[in-house]
């Protein structure tokens, strides 16, 4: 593993009202030679709004929006529009993000989807399509829509805290088949709660998922799984350890301390780029080869 030597990518701007307190969770997704970051940004006023920056490299930015791509404009997300996770599947981008209102405690976080064609999104046509809560009235987060469809239908990873769950749709509107299908683990850097990170990478070994996991000191580290292509709910594979864990001070120090947070992560030819936010203040980024992700024969 090897953290971006120019770490964090991206922070605060003060002179931006909604990004001037903090930049951190991020999706990402890989089209065309440029990676698109879109991040969860908060201001003075404490909601959360979407920004986006690009690079040809996945590290260096090469272009950073003056304004929010995406903001709450419904009542469950009044106080914020958090922690995007992007999903391509054809010429559409499916996004699951948390719907935050803070005085309906306690269903204060709720998952919400929308979806963008792919060609709006790459010009720049913020022409988002109709929000919807999939499962109304739950508290829900660490949402994503598979990249494949599996049995005709839509799959989607999500957190009924402590445990990440599944549910399938032919629809996205209607959802069933709700379980769990990971467990925090006892006496492990896993043990107290998990939740997905970033959109699962297809390979022909099986979906190479990264996930997050809280121990008894609540610190939030990374750590990999390998699922079954044709039953994601099958656990080929998962980490005894983390892939990456706070000890730098930009995950150690800052609004949530010791955290690292994954909400995106791209494949650029055998590297694995994964996009963190570090104690909740700003955005970072490491790379994997590939291979060292995978589970040793």
Not at 57 to 65: L, V
Not at 138 to 150: C, E, L, M, V
Not at 253 to 271: A, K
Request: charge should be negative; include cysteine; hydrophobic fraction near 35%.
């Amino acid at each position: 593993m090897k953290r971006f030597v120019h770490n964090p990518i991206l922070g605060p701007i003060k002179k931006n009202s909604w990004e001037s307190r903090s930049v951190f969770n991020a999706a990402a997704i890989y089209n065309d030679g440029l990676v698109h970051i879109v991040y969860r940004a908060m201001g003075n006023d404490n909601i959360s709004r979407l920004g986006l920056a690009t690079s040809n490299d996945g590290f260096n930015i090469k272009e950073r929006f003056d304004t929010p791509i995406f903001s709450p404009i419904h009542h469950a997300e009044r106080d914020g529009c958090e922690d995007p996770r992007i999903t391509q599947i054809g010429d559409q981008c499916y996004m699951a993000y948390t719907a935050y209102r803070n005085h309906d405690f306690p269903v204060i976080f709720q998952i919400s989807l929308t979806s963008i064609n792919l060609q709006d999104f790459v010009n720049r046509n913020w022409n988002w399509k109709e929000r919807t809560l999939p499962f109304p009235g739950i508290r829900n987060k660490d949402a994503f829509i598979f990249p494949s469809k599996i049995d005709g239908n839509y799959v989607m990873f999500h957190r009924i805290e402590p445990s990440i769950c599944v549910s399938y749709s032919e629809d996205l509107k209607k959802w069933h088949g709700f379980k769990s299908i990971m467990e925090p683990r006892d006496k492990m850097w896993d043990n107290i709660k998990i939740g997905a990170a970033g959109t699962p990478i297809e390979l022909n070994e099986g979906y190479l998922f990264i996930y997050h996991g809280v121990d008894t000191k609540k610190h939030y580290s990374l750590g990999v799984a390998l699922l079954d292509k044709a039953n994601p709910e099958r656990i080929l594979h998962r980490s005894d350890k983390p892939i990456l864990t706070p000890v730098e001070g930009y995950e150690c120090i800052g609004d949530v301390p010791n955290v690292v947070f994954s909400c995106g992560n791209v494949q650029i030819d055998d590297q694995v780029i994964i996009y963190y936010g570090g104690a909740d203040t700003v955005l970072c980024g490491a790379s994997y080869e590939l291979n060292e992700l995978l589970p040793k024969k």
